[in-house]
């Protein structure tokens, strides 16, 4: 399909010999202006799978963070951010996986950048993807479980880099704003709220904080994201007995 384009953080600025002049005064073609932040991404609706009841479609996409470079340095490698992986048709949530993620993708050519995502969409592997998200369906929390873990990424973000090493704590990079969506669209999300008996399986937790995760910056939200799928994953692994984030659960 067509690539949705997303922008932030316009730039107003002008030409180098229009430096001296008030801005009342610039001419139009000394008027200059760029977007600190560009996402895009690229829908492949002929791929589609199901997750409990939520119709997937594989999607590729990236980001170019122009404030996560030096734009005064003489320029060397240029940096990416490039993904591929599914987006939840019910609700526009990506679905990214650590295999099919380049946090920085650097290369000095258009040739090179071509060369690195086809290598990338080789080696990605959706059915491997798929099957560890349907997995998430088949474990549940009680809402006991659920509010222990919320609570507990409440502290995380308090604990000295110290004590999370000494606990062996895994990252999470989520908010307090974005954990309180969370805590809210426990009860209220039509589509990824609760059971009536307050359990709620992990793919609907997975889903909590993929949806929690569309308030960030657009630099930040991939790395979010994977974070989403990776803590979900632990979870998983914590309710079988074999993980270290029996720290959100204990």
Not at 3 to 32: M, W
Not at 67 to 79: C, G, H, P, R, W
Request: aromatic share 14%; with cysteine; charged share 25%.
């Amino acid at each position: 399909m067509q690539p949705e384009i997303r922008v932030s953080h316009q730039i107003k600025s002008r030409t180098p010999d229009a430096i001296y002049k008030n801005a009342k005064d610039l001419l139009d073609h000394e008027r200059t202006q760029y977007f600190e932040r560009m996402a895009f991404i690229i829908r492949i609706p002929g791929i589609t799978d199901s997750i409990n009841g939520n119709e997937l479609s594989l999607t590729v996409g990236g980001v170019r963070a122009y404030n996560q470079e030096n734009l005064y340095n003489k320029k060397t490698f240029e940096k990416f951010k490039f993904f591929i992986g599914f987006q939840n048709k019910v609700c526009c949530n990506l679905c990214v996986w650590s295999d099919g993620f380049i946090d920085d993708m650097r290369v000095s050519s258009y040739q090179e950048l071509q060369n690195k995502i086809m290598s990338t969409l080789t080696e990605y592997n959706a059915q491997q993807h798929l099957l560890e998200m349907k997995e998430f369906s088949d474990h549940y929390l009680t809402e006991h479980q659920f509010a222990q873990l919320l609570g507990r990424t409440r502290l995380y973000q308090h604990i000295s880099k110290t004590e999370k090493q000494r606990l062996n704590i895994p990252q999470l990079t989520f908010n307090d704003s974005q954990l309180n969506t969370i805590a809210k669209d426990y009860y209220d999300d039509k589509c990824f709220c609760k059971a009536d008996n307050g359990e709620i399986n992990l793919w609907n937790v997975y889903n909590l904080f993929t949806q929690a995760n569309k308030s960030s910056y657009i630099d930040t939200f991939l790395d979010r994201n994977l974070n989403a799928f990776e803590f979900t994953k632990g979870v998983q692994k914590t309710l079988s007995d074999n993980s270290n984030y029996h720290w959100f659960l204990s």
